[in-house]
């Protein structure tokens, strides 16, 4: 019974861990991308090295740089930031992944 719980506790700390980092950064990388207009180039910059970073720290390092990159660009050329948000969006895994149906949870 020890071997299933403690299989059951890691699946459910990686899920929480996917949860934290990289669902959260495509939530927000979409919310930036959405508001893009009413928001301050400091602003996008700021929000794109946050969601950078947890891309990274899921272990997701080409979008991550992409994304670093686009943050960078952002204060100076809109266009190569499009442009490098675009192959970060196209690189992420998270895009890719067809959502998944939800079970109700009883308690």
């Known amino acids: 019974m020890e071997i299933s ?5 890691e699946r459910v700390l990686k899920q929480f861990k996917y949860l ?6 495509r939530e927000l990388c979409l919310l930036v991308r959405t508001n893009r207009a009413v ?13 950078s970073g947890l891309c990274k720290e899921w272990g997701c ?27 970060s969006c196209m690189k992420c895994g998270e895009a890719r992944r067809p959502t998944p149906k939800k079970e109700t949870y009883v308690a």
């Open 39 to 51: 928001l301050e180039p400091q602003d996008v910059h700021d929000m794109c090295l946050y969601i």
């Open 61 to 87: 390092a080409e979008p991550s740089g992409l994304c670093r990159r686009a943050a960078e660009a952002v204060l100076t050329d809109e266009q190569k930031y499009l442009e490098l948000c675009k192959q």
């Open 5 to 9: 719980r403690k299989k059951l506790r």
């Open 20 to 25: 934290r980092t990289c669902v959260l950064a």
